[in-house]
């Protein structure tokens, strides 16, 4: 397979360079036709080695309303020998972008040198449907991407997320931009295009890899839907196939996170949503541990105890909130640390130890403070993740203070 995709790769390359050639000093359309990024990369480099005429490149950006106009405000009163035109797949408005396209593609004819637009096979049907006047004047060259290059794609793309996953604090891998990969995005629909040119072809994923695609499909489909957790359990059922306990890990954390906001928007479901939180978020701890991976699960075990404080487990809780003290330290996280004094102040505040209460509320607002102090100029993620912390964290440190403050007062009183 991989000696006839390139050799058909090649045979197309050949045919690009012929049409570029014999249309010099003239217009001419020219649709290279790729659906995957990392093939046109290496055709484009390919094409600037072999080709003696130089190509000026021109990458669209999303937010661009009309192809003839943006060539001309790019190019000013230039002819280059020949223009190469990506990321017309990415445009945002893409059907006016081609309506504008056909009503006004005379215009098209002021250009003295060949056009290469590089399109998808999506995009191609879209030409061929939409604005057929247009098509009509194109050459077509066609570009392929073999199976083992697809599998490499997806295997990047998914040890991509996983490590930005292990790499970023709760605010940032809770979101899909951070990724790269919402709905919207080039690289998600590269991915199905991925998946579904491999089934065509018969190809099978391997067990991993086939988890981790699941699992990614998960992180990009609205948490709050079903086929979020339907993905998520996919991708356990196989990777429970494996020896790969550090993903299973990530897993189940992602459906306990689903469950958590399951939760909280299905409030006569509450408490089954809860526990079934609860579970997820504990086996994704025990199962890093398991691991050893102590240093990701320091990064969950916090959401086990978020968990635990909504059933009002306090007997649990105070054992989970003491044993993330000791990860927290370990791994010298304040802000996890504060966190973990506020689930003790908890426990303290059910147990009506009011001093314990106050101790625990203090320590954990001068871990906060103290910690969100040290950081000078903060990057735009951190940023995101001070405001949270602020917004959330200390207000329910302050509360608790507040709250065991009260008590104390009033236990003072019906003492008096």
Not at 195 to 202: A, F, S, T, V, Y
Not at 224 to 234: A, F, N
Not at 237 to 255: I, M, S
Request: net charge negative; aromatic share 10%.
């Amino acid at each position: 397979m991989l000696d006839t995709t390139a050799n058909h790769n090649q045979d197309s390359l050949r045919e690009l360079i012929r049409l570029i050639t014999f249309s010099q000093g003239e217009f001419s359309l020219i649709l290279a036709v790729g659906n995957y990024g990392v093939l046109r990369t290496q055709i484009i480099e390919q094409l600037q080695e072999q080709c003696s005429i130089p190509i000026r490149e021109l990458v669209l950006e999303q937010s661009v309303k009309t192809l003839y106009t943006t060539i001309v405000e790019e190019l000013g009163p230039e002819q280059p020998e020949a223009l190469m035109v990506s990321g017309i797949d990415s445009v945002s408005c893409i059907e006016e972008v081609l309506t504008a396209t056909n009503q006004i593609r005379e215009e098209f004819r002021n250009f003295r040198f060949p056009l290469v637009l590089w399109v998808t096979d999506k995009l191609l049907q879209m030409l061929i449907r939409s604005v057929p006047d247009f098509h009509s004047w194109s050459s077509c060259v066609e570009f392929v991407i073999s199976s083992g290059q697809l599998i490499q794609f997806i295997e990047q793309t998914t040890d991509q997320v996983f490590a930005k996953m292990v790499a970023s604090r709760e605010t940032e891998f809770l979101q899909s931009c951070t990724l790269n990969l919402n709905k919207d995005s080039g690289s998600y629909v590269e991915l199905q295009s991925a998946r579904q040119d491999l089934e065509k072809r018969g190809v099978a994923l391997a067990p991993e890899l086939e988890a981790s695609l699941e699992f990614v499909l998960g992180r990009v489909a609205d948490n709050c839907q079903e086929e979020s957790r339907q993905h998520y359990e996919r991708s356990l059922a196989l990777w429970k196939q494996t020896d790969n306990l550090e993903r299973r890990g990530h897993v189940l954390f992602c459906l306990g996170l689903w469950w958590a906001g399951y939760a909280l928007w299905h409030q006569a479901e509450k408490e089954q949503g809860c526990q079934k939180a609860k579970v997820y978020f504990q086996e994704s701890v025990e199962v890093l541990e398991q691991a050893n991976r102590p240093e990701l699960a320091a990064k969950f075990i916090n959401f086990w105890g978020e968990a635990l404080q909504h059933q009002s487990n306090w007997e649990e809780l105070e054992k989970v909130a003491n044993k993330a003290l000791a990860l927290h330290q370990t791994y010298s996280d304040p802000f996890r640390m504060a966190q973990a004094y506020g689930f003790l102040a908890e426990v303290a505040l059910a147990k009506s130890a009011w001093t314990k209460a106050q101790e625990y509320s203090k320590q954990a607002l001068f871990l906060q403070s103290t910690a969100s102090a040290k950081i000078v100029n903060p990057s735009p993620e951190e940023e995101v993740f001070l405001d949270w912390n602020k917004s959330f964290a200390k207000g329910w440190y302050l509360f608790s203070l507040g709250r065991a403050l009260l008590g104390a007062m009033r236990s003072q009183k019906h003492v008096g």
